[in-house]
């Protein structure tokens, strides 16, 4: 009985009467609620949905397309496909298509042309009934698409002929699904045995003899012209006529079996002893029959095990086909089968064309590796691929994530490795040049030192101010030390060292210089007032206010190194590029360009300061305690750093930013000691090594008063003076009075005894 004949037996029959079906296969029939005394021996359409399932996810296709006849066996096998299909995962529907009852003219063109508009989905899920699968396929024929389409059919088409007589190319490579059966033989030998005179009890079998022998047993019925002839009873089955086993006939034995089990088992319970049916099943009752079908537990005639579970349904076992072409010729070749899991052999499989690589049938190609996949709503099986850029990573298939902080992705943004830590190294043209500057700085600054030293006591090296000097000296050296610091490996002690002399060696310089112009500048301002010395001007003194200027540079840094330990660390945002490549992690010191500020502001407000003084001293003659070199020193210095600011923090967002700022850092350093060094004490050291005829004490010299007199009175007439030997200078006013003839003698103004 198919599914619809055994569904309306059990709405229509009276009573509870037990049924057992060998050919319905309809899923609905498992529902236990409303076919309830329904049994079969054939598995439901749900196991064949499943191993079409299977079959699809095995082949790695993840979009295919559905066809089903019109009615219950084709519209409730594609939707029990859908319902495995979304419950297993993986696979999509890309059109579901229905053939009418009645198809029109030119229906099965549309079906192929809706079929057709997703070129990716080639597979197409069929359960049709065979005269549906025979006019889809020559409407597929009829287009020229012979071997795009993949068929996957049901048990409707199984291995059978006629849907693809005549068009074998089309269906080549179809994969096909049958519940396993086996020929009877015992069958074969009983039927074929049969004639009208040995099978008079089959009251259909007459009606049978005349349709396969195309013969008619009444001579009556006979027309002329018909070419019908009358059946001579000689006729035999499998001889006169071609004979091929129906493929249901297993089935049918195994039905019978499993009631006659079932009702024998009845028997020998109730009716132990007796022949024919005892009052306990007179009449039979239907639910305990059921009760003896369900637990019947035989072997088919075929050796397959025949059972039920607790709907009413036969396990699951089916054989897998495929319809390939070999050397011209066609046939349907088992390539696996299906037991609760699917068991296929890839190697015998064969596409069309004979290629053996499985054809694809997916909505998007796989991602590339380090792009993620973004499902489109609703078609979970189709995607856009998206890369993971910047310094993302392909987590897993769907899901880009950053890399650590101290991480970059790889070349492909599968993974992620540690970001190179880099440095400013010795041999870096970076480093070189500041290194060159500084070594020769050094080496300038010890020969002026060892200079000062040899001829500490010469009027040259006394006028200068020795104490001071050796002050203003020892900070330049600092200032050129610094640059080997500032290069060296980041570590705590080397952020220590940084912390405490990037700006001691320009306080103790800046320091130094604002000390003297402060000192010009009060003896004169002192002068136009009165003849009296100011206060604290003795070197004792001048070293004082010196070491108090300093000591507030230091008192800062003590407190920085209390509130903010140092310490070395790798920044990996400083070099954090928009391509991650060119990343890198920068091993520095924990100085930010706020904490440089602070940490060179106070060497910046003495470096003001003393300029400020510098430009109040303009007008000191030349020959009073460098003045006007200080001046020319300041202005040059204030320069350089103007330069200075824009460039450093100019190219804070530079790829070369550690390099540019560094250098440019340790070469303003070295150049503002260099000016300090070279305007300051580089004529000092010519006069005492080249000219040390010009290096003695002379005569006349003058008390602290008078040459703060005459140098006042001097301005107040005429600011101009002119260089003499031994670093004297003559004012206008001593020769205003050698020309009225006051003196014989020249009178000449010496500051060689005074350092002022």
């Known amino acids: 009985m198919d599914s619809l004949t055994s569904r309306g037996l059990q709405e229509i029959t009276p009573g509870s009467i037990p049924q057992v079906s060998y050919a319905s296969t309809a899923p609905e029939l498992s529902d236990n609620t409303r076919y309830d005394f329904f049994s079969r021996v054939v598995p439901p359409d749900t196991y064949q949905a499943q191993a079409m399932v299977d079959i699809v996810r095995h082949m790695g296709w993840n979009y295919v397309s559905t066809v089903a006849s019109e009615g219950n066996y084709g519209e409730s096998g594609v939707d029990a496909f859908i319902q495995k299909s979304r419950e297993d995962g993986g696979v999509c529907i890309s059109q579901s298509v229905k053939i009418p009852r009645e198809p029109k003219v030119g229906e099965f063109d549309k079906i192929i042309h809706r079929l057709g508009e997703n070129p990716n989905a080639r597979v197409v899920i069929i359960f049709a009934n065979e005269d549906d699968i025979r006019r889809l396929l020559q409407a597929a024929k009829k287009v020229n698409l012979t071997g795009h389409f993949l068929w996957v059919g049901s048990d409707s088409w199984g291995s059978k002929i006629s849907p693809v007589l005549h068009q074998e190319e089309m269906a080549e490579g179809a994969v096909t699904i049958l519940p396993k059966r086996q020929s009877i033989k015992g069958f074969d030998r009983y039927f074929i045995s049969r004639t009208l005179e040995n099978n008079r009890r089959n009251i259909w079998f007459a009606e049978f003899w005349e349709n396969n022998f195309n013969c008619k047993l009444n001579r009556h019925a006979l027309k002329k012209g018909s070419g019908i ?101 066609a046939e349907y070749k088992i390539i696996g089968h299906w037991t609760d899991q699917l068991n296929l052999n890839m190697p015998a499989m064969q596409w069309p064309g004979g290629a053996r690589q499985v054809p ?55 993974g992620c490795h540690k970001i190179p830590i880099v440095q400013l190294e010795w041999s870096s043209p970076w480093a070189v040049i500041p290194v060159l500057i500084a070594i020769l700085g050094i080496m300038a600054t010890l020969f002026v030192v060892v200079t000062f030293v040899r001829y500490n006591d010469t009027p040259i090296v006394k006028a200068s101010g020795r104490e001071l000097s050796y002050v203003l000296l020892t900070g330049i050296f600092l200032c050129y030390a610094t640059t080997f610091l500032m290069i060296s490996t980041p570590g705590v002690g080397i952020c220590s060292l940084r912390r405490i002399f990037l700006g001691l060696g320009m306080s103790i310089s800046y320091a130094a210089l604002l000390t003297k112009t402060n000192r010009i500048y009060r003896i004169f301002e002192q002068g136009k007032m009165s003849v009296s010395a100011p206060r604290f001007i003795s070197p004792a003194s001048q070293l004082v206010i010196t070491f108090s200027l300093i000591s507030v540079q230091l008192l800062g840094v003590c407190i920085w190194f209390t509130v903010d330990p140092p310490q070395a660390f790798i920044d990996y945002e400083d070099q954090r590029m928009a391509n991650p490549e060119l990343a890198r992690g920068v091993l520095k010191c924990d100085i930010s360009d706020l904490s440089l500020i602070c940490l060179l502001g106070y060497s910046m407000l003495l470096m003001v300061t003393c300029t400020v003084y510098a430009i109040k001293t303009r007008g000191v003659p030349e020959t009073f305690n460098e003045a006007k070199p200080i001046g020319f020193t300041m202005y040059t210095t204030c320069i350089i750093w103007l330069a200075f600011i824009p460039i450093f923090f100019g190219t804070s967002q530079s790829t070369e930013k550690m390099y540019i700022q560094t250098t440019t850092l340790t070469i303003s350093v070295s150049l503002s000691a260099s000016v300090s060094l070279g305007m300051l004490y580089m004529p000092k050291v010519y006069v005492v090594l080249l000219h040390p005829e010009q290096n003695v004490a002379k005569r006349n010299t003058r008390s602290l008063k008078a040459v703060v007199t005459a140098a006042t009175m001097s301005n107040k007439f005429n600011p101009k003076v002119s260089l003499r030997p031994n670093g004297e200078a003559k004012t206008e006013l001593c020769e205003n009075l050698e020309t009225q003839g006051l003196s014989p003698k020249q009178t000449y103004i010496s500051y060689s005894n005074h350092a002022i």
């Not at 001579?232 to 009631?259: C, H, L, P, W």
């Not at 694809?360 to 991602?367: H, K, N, T, V």
């Open 360 to 414: 694809s049938s997916i909505c998007s190609q796989p991602c590339k590796p380090g792009w993620r996949k973004k499902i489109v709503k609703g078609i979970p099986c189709c995607w856009h691929c998206e890369r993971c850029d910047g310094y993302q990573y392909q987590a897993d298939a769907f899901t880009c994530k950053m890399c650590r902080f101290d991480m970059r992705p790889n070349k492909t943004h599968t």
């Open 229 to 329: 002839k009358k059946c001579t009873n000689q006729e035999r089955i499998g001889k006169d006529s071609s004979y091929e086993q129906e493929g249901k006939v297993m089935f049918v034995i195994d039905a019978v079996y499993a009631m006659a089990h079932a009702l024998h088992n009845m028997h020998s319970d109730l009716c132990p002893g007796k022949v024919g049916l005892c009052s306990k099943m007179d009449p039979i009752d239907g639910t305990l029959l059921l009760k003896y079908i369900r637990d019947v537990k035989i072997t088919g005639i075929a050796g397959n095990p025949v059972q039920f579970n607790e709907n009413g349904d036969a396990p699951g076992r089916y054989d897998i086909y495929q319809y390939q072409i070999k050397n011209k010729t």
